[in-house]
């Protein structure tokens, strides 16, 4: 590792953590003066008993909600433009958003949009549009669902274009939540595919964030312990759920987050362009293709991959026994191995490897990854 320049390094979200912590959310935007918050979510997450239950308990300390859930399974422009009508013609004072990546990644460009106007797509990252984020943004929460993506600690959102479902990320430090609620009894209904999907997801991003070529030793050992923490609760959490590992697997998911602001690699890339193409989601499609990422990554980087070892508690302290148990977990918890499981052919592969070598989260791999890599990687996974 060497420190060649100054990095900067930002960690500034208020996490309220553990089993109840919801509940505090009245009392919350009370003492906020808060009164008419817009909650975005999605359709199925309306549906469930807990959201019905917290909006009660908003309702019962006269709290005046608006609810906004019409979004699509990989949110698109048009899901952001529907909702911040929602906010336009009623008088709103806050956003809550409550669900997985999904909602959360709708709510946060919602947030945005308030006082930002120009086409959505100005503002996207990758092509410098941050530096237009200028403006106030409404006072924000999240409130995660899911144990995966870690998008109610984060500062980016996901959308994709309606028509070419390319996927562009809305970045600014003004779109981190101002608190986290994040409350493990929420997961606790959790369906094992979903659990399963999304925990693989937490997992990629705290083995990508650790190998990511950035020096970020805070990051690192936030990811290592974040490993730790899926190791121990994946498996229980989708199989035999308890508050336990539950509770693990959504700091763990936090970690992840948190960690990958060190940057991503090989894993994203392969995975986005499937979401794009094929729907796929984003937890299943890093699931299926990190045991073939990490394969590709361990030449050179046998170091990093000893401690990822370590940190699993394996036998064999190598990269190849690291891709193994990344096997046996999928195993596991049922996720297949093969790219053609889940709809993929072989049809589809140049297509997916000029997406992927086109994607935003490889640079920061610690090896680069041509498009011939990407169109293998593919190949061998198929
Ligand atoms: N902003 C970021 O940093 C970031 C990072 C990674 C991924 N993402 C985005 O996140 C999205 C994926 O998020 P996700 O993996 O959380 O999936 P998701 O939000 O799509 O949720 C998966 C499914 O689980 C359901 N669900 C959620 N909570 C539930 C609960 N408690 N009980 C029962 N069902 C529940 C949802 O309705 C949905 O059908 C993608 O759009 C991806 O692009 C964002
Ligand atoms: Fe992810």
Redesign the pocket.
Known sequence: MTFDKVYQYNFPTTIRFGPGAVKELPAYLQQNNLKAPLIVS????AQ?P?FKKILVDLQNHFIEVEVFHDIR???VKSDVYKGTDVWDNTERDCLIGI???????VA?AIVLRVNHREDLFKYDDLVGGDVFVVNDVPHFITI???A????EV?R???ISDDETHQ?KILFSPKLIAKIVFADPE??????SF?TA??GM?ALT?NMEAFLAKNPHPICDGIALEGISLIKDSLETATKHPDLESRSKMLIASMMG?IA?QKGLGVV?SLA?PL?SLLDT???LANAVNIPYGMKFNIAGFEDKFRRIARTLELKEETGEAVVNYLFELNSKINIPHRLRDIQVQKEHLDTLADLAFADFAHPNNPKPVSRNDFRLLYAEAL
């Open positions: 999605d359709p199925t997450i469930l807990f399974k990989n949110p669900g997985g990546g999904a909602a959360l990644d946060r995660p669902t899911t995966g993506t870690g998008s984060g980016s959102a996901i996927k929420l997961t606790m209904d959790l369906p979903i999907a999304t997801d991003h987050a990958f994203h986005h979401s989601h984003h937890g």
